[in-house]
């Protein structure tokens, strides 16, 4: 056995015996065990979610040892029943046509623009599809549907510092040069590259409609009206459980189902497009605490910056990362039966939460039967991601 491979099981095996009591840690492993329906990864306390993302690599490992036109192949235009607007939940994809904004006279040229762009920046490297569908989600995502902040409006450029962005600043810089070369609005080009990076990876073709308008300045970090409420920890430690409540505009990996729905719903999704959005985790990599140095592991919060660059990036589905399919879903099934091997996948435990939640579980079960179900599905929830605090398309 390699060194490393020797390290990742003896941490496993280590975390394992402390899972009980260490925060995230006690997943349910199986359906219908303690919280099913409330799925949580427990926590005695509710450590801020930059630390919980950034302290993954400990957590995660030993949960890991442990239309109606359906698209027929991949990269298939997926055409999904009528419009309305605002998309209510479970409603159709809005056509990709112009929004408010003022756009270049050919917006369909511009687009396609984006499009080859973004093909030719992943030719090289298929890993750079999942750093550009990240870009998107966090572009669009920090939306805070009280004040009418934020969404899909390029706001992600003055956002690079953020400890939850780490890494996206990189692949923004990718998109640079067809950024400038469309024309389009930031919001636009990123919300058009992220749809055209999972068609690269094999995934449906999701028309994206322009028009986005820019922000000038970053998004809120923090919800002015967080959703759920924290409770009393009831496990050893005490202190508050707040997995259940959302109060960030991108959200953290410590959430349980209540905090997923808490988090989602405010936006407009249903619980099977929230469950195909989290399908994103079937291509990419996250970064591990494997080969950052022990001093650094004393005092990550403030060092973050510097230490995390050594971290290993684990992909989440080992069998091929960089190919959009329905592998994820198949693999959170192995994984929730225990067919798997140490290094198939390395979930994140808002992952594991959509396979101990049992309505969650359904639509896990459907996509991981049926990949065209997943695009579609898929297709309905990104249309919905990138039209969040987007004007309407014009009529
Ligand atoms: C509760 C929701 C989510 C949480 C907590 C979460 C968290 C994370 C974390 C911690 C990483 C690793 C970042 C790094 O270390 O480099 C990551 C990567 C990624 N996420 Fe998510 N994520 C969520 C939802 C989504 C959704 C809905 C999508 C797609 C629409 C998505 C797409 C991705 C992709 C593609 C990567 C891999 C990036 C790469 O390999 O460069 N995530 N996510």
Redesign the pocket.
């Known amino acids: 056995m390699s060194r490393r491979r020797a390290a990742v099981l003896a941490t496993s095996v280590a975390l394992l015996l402390v899972a009980p009591v260490h925060p995230y840690l006690a997943v349910p492993p199986t359906r219908g065990s303690q919280g099913a329906r409330t799925a949580r990864c427990a926590s005695a306390g509710a450590p801020d979610p930059v630390s919980r ?1 950034v302290l ?1 690599g400990n957590f995660v490992v030993p949960c890991l040892a442990g239309a109606a036109l359906l698209p027929s192949a991949a990269g298939a235009e997926v055409k999904v029943g009528s419009v309305s607007w605002p998309p209510a939940a479970g409603a159709g994809v809005p056509p990709a046509k112009a929004r408010g904004a003022a756009a270049p006279a050919d917006v369909e040229a511009a687009a396609e623009k984006v499009r080859a762009g973004v093909r030719e920046i992943v030719a090289g490297d298929p ?1 750079k599809c ?2 550009i ?2 870009v998107a ?1 966090h572009d669009a995502i920090a939306r805070d549907t009280v004040t009418g902040e934020g969404g899909a409006n390029g706001s992600i450029r003055f956002e690079l510092e953020r400890r939850e962005n ?2 996206v600043g990189k ?1 923004l810089a990718l998109l640079e040069g067809v950024h400038a070369a469309s024309g389009l609005s930031w919001g636009d080009t990123i919300a058009i590259a992220g749809s055209e990076a999972v068609t690269a990876a094999g995934g449906p073709r999701v028309p994206v409609a322009t028009g986005r308008v820019d922000a000038d300045r970053g998004d809120p970090i923090k919800l002015k009206e967080p959703v759920g409420s924290c409770r009393e920890a009831t496990v050893p430690g005490g202190g508050r459980d707040c997995r259940g409540q959302a109060d960030a505009t991108i ?3 410590g ?1 349980d189902s209540d905090g ?1 729905r808490n988090f989602f719903y405010r936006l407009g999704f249903d619980d099977e497009e929230l469950v195909a ?2 399908g ?2 079937t ?5 591990s605490l494997l080969g950052v140095p022990k001093e650094c592991l004393k005092d990550l919060n403030s060092k973050w910056e510097r230490c995390l660059p050594y971290g290993e990036r684990l992909p989440f589905v080992a069998e091929d990362p960089d190919a959009f399919t329905n592998s994820y879903f198949k693999w959170l099934l192995k994984w929730n039966r225990r067919e798997i091997t140490n290094g198939d996948v390395h979930f ?1 435990p ?1 992952d594991v939460v959509l396979v101990v939640d049992d309505a969650f579980r359904a639509h896990v079960e459907a996509f991981a039967a049926d990949q065209p179900r997943f695009f579609v599905a898929w297709a309905r929830a990104y249309t919905r ?1 990138v039209s969040l605090g987007a004007p309407p398309p014009r009529a």
């Open positions: 993302r993954l890993k999942a750093s569908l990240r989600f780490y890494g692949a959200p953290s990996a959430l997923l959005l989290m994103g985790h291509l990419g990599r996250w970064t994140i808002t991601l």
